[in-house]
């Protein structure tokens, strides 16, 4: 079993900037890709971004492309989204997923396992 534990939400004023970290334990990241996935009240829960195992691909949403960056560092179990240059409609519940695949995923239906998710508010 994977638990997977998210933070670094907040309120930030638009063009601002946060980081997201999902920290995984149960079991060696190794061979995992992560996704990051958002819900904005009232809507379904859609994907941002993911990278492979390794780290050298990853794959972004349109709407968040140039502005959010997905990293990870697999000796600390930790995935990261930096997300810069924000606006409201960046607001939701951020989650972080994982699945035992090195083939990146976009759909939520693809990922066993979810954080519990962190709340991203940006103010106008």
């Known amino acids: 079993q994977v638990q997977l534990v998210e933070s670094g939400g907040g309120l930030v004023q638009a063009g601002g900037s946060l980081r997201l970290s999902c920290a995984a334990s149960?079991?060696?990241?190794?061979?995992?890709?992560m996704g990051w996935f958002r819900q904005a009240p009232g809507k379904e829960r859609e994907f941002v971004a993911c990278i492979s195992w390794s780290g050298g691909s990853t794959y972004y949403a349109d709407s968040v492309k140039g502005r959010f960056t997905i990293s990870r560092d697999n000796a600390k179990n930790t995935v990261y989204l930096q997300m810069n240059s924000l606006k409201p409609e960046d607001t939701a519940v951020y989650y972080c997923?994982?699945?035992?695949?090195?083939?990146?995923?976009?759909?939520?239906?693809?990922?066993?396992?979810w954080g519990q998710g962190t709340q991203v508010t940006v103010s106008s």
């Open positions: 149960g079991r060696t990241f190794s061979g995992y890709t």
């Open positions: 997923a994982t699945k035992y695949s090195d083939r990146l995923g976009y759909f939520p239906h693809e990922y066993p396992y």
